[in-house]
């Protein structure tokens, strides 16, 4: 059973239209300065000030100026005349069967993105966006329909972190309205996955400094080793976020051959499979305790050969490499099919017996459009139907 909450239903009429002042969530630590200092606060007060304000929101996961108690009240009457602490607006909240869920946020300026969160017993990883749309229309990826409109600001991609821990009551005392599901451990998102609508190395600088405050360790707290970038390949910038980011490595390979990846991912054109892979042997901290993860989306009849298997293990030597084989998720209008299971299971085999871990990553939230390969704003979707439908009357 596939549910859907409306925005009133997600988060309550007193949250659903966002305020009119600007909001300090997801702000670094220099633009919550250069706002306090924009209200008179004094110089020599700002940093402490600073902190204060980063514990509530980063800690606490504060969403009003009135609960800051170690902060002078006439100060929480000014912060609250001049500032917010919205987090983007619920539009719509699904939950798959297997509780996955998927909500579509809206922007300030009304733009849309989509943001899945997927638990599991012991862990859960929130797949979270860096722009509205992707430029890079990879055949197999419904999100590579949508055009690009634009970037996400830190503040943005930072804001879908503290929704969601908002949704399943992942701060202190917090406790989840819809419990069902939910990892068993103390936090309920353990990892972050730059996995969502865009390629993340197209809009470098933010989400290298929402990437810092999510993993500052008195904030948000999320170990770099615990954040994931997925890129399809935008080589020049590989080395670059290894410098200045630091986290976990992703590849969005899903060919062997070139004339074939050209096909599927078409930035493949620009920098062809030998040089993305060196940039990837040349990744700073690249060890087997900090492996690259690739992933290969599972296509009948097209990259799932045994032949193709071999081939992946010969170009990926010398990688310390995790490989994740990814049913194909199936979307309106593609021109692929998921590979046969017993196909999967022998690509993995040969993938495994050349030491390589191989896991087949389940499809979830299928039933809901929130898999890998999925994601696309639902309002474009609309927009488009509404488009059609005028155009043949």
């Not at 009429?13 to 220099?30: C, I, V």
């Not at 200092?37 to 204060?52: D, H, K, Y």
């Not at 068993?184 to 990892?191: P, Y």
Request: hydrophobic letters at 40%; charged letters at 25%.
């Amino acid at each position: 059973m596939t549910t859907t909450a409306t925005i009133q239903e997600a988060q309550g009429p007193k949250t659903a239209r966002a305020s009119a002042q600007a909001s300090l969530a997801g702000l670094g630590r220099e633009a919550l300065r250069d706002r306090l200092a924009e209200i008179g606060i004094p110089e020599r007060q700002l940093r402490m000030r600073v902190n204060q304000l980063w514990g509530w929101i980063y800690v606490r996961g504060a969403t009003a100026f009135d609960v800051m108690t170690d902060v002078a009240k006439d100060l929480r009457a000014t912060l609250a005349e001049r500032y917010a602490l919205d987090r983007p607006q619920i539009v719509t909240e699904q939950v798959s069967v297997d509780g996955t869920r998927k909500w579509l946020l809206r922007l300030p300026d009304g733009k849309d993105i989509e943001t899945v969160y997927i638990p599991e017993e012991d862990r859960g990883t929130l797949c979270i966006s860096s722009q509205i749309g992707c430029t890079l229309t990879c055949t197999f990826c419904h999100t590579g329909t949508q055009r690009l409109v634009r970037n996400l600001t830190a503040q943005e991609i930072v804001g879908q972190i503290l929704l969601a821990r908002d949704r399943i009551g992942d701060w202190p005392g917090a406790i989840a309205e819809d419990p069902t599901g939910l990892p068993s451990g103390e936090r309920k998102i353990t990892n972050v996955v730059l996995m969502g609508m865009g390629e993340p190395l197209y809009n470098f600088d933010n989400v290298r400094d929402a990437c810092a405050i999510a993993a500052d360790g008195e904030g948000l707290s999320i170990s770099k080793r615990r954040i994931t970038l997925s890129t399809s390949g935008i080589v020049p910038e590989i080395p670059r976020w290894g410098d200045e980011a630091g986290t976990m490595l992703a590849i969005s390979l899903h060919a062997v051959r070139d004339e074939l990846r050209d096909e599927l991912v078409p930035i493949n054109r620009k920098w062809p499979i030998a040089e993305l892979l060196e940039a990837c042997r040349a990744y700073p901290g690249l060890s087997n305790a900090k492996r690259i993860t690739f992933e290969y989306v599972m296509l009948k009849g097209v990259n799932d050969s045994i032949e193709d298997a071999k081939a992946l293990v010969r170009l990926l030597k010398r990688i310390p490499a995790k490989i994740n084989l990814i049913p194909f998720n199936p979307w309106p209008g593609s021109a692929y099919e998921c590979s046969d299971w017993e196909q999967i299971e022998k690509f993995a085999e040969v993938v495994n017996r050349a030491g390589y871990a191989s896991p087949v990553r389940s499809p979830r939230g299928r039933d809901i459009m929130a898999a890998c390969g999925q994601l696309k704003s639902a309002s474009v979707k609309q927009r488009a139907s509404e488009r059609l439908a005028g155009a043949q009357a």
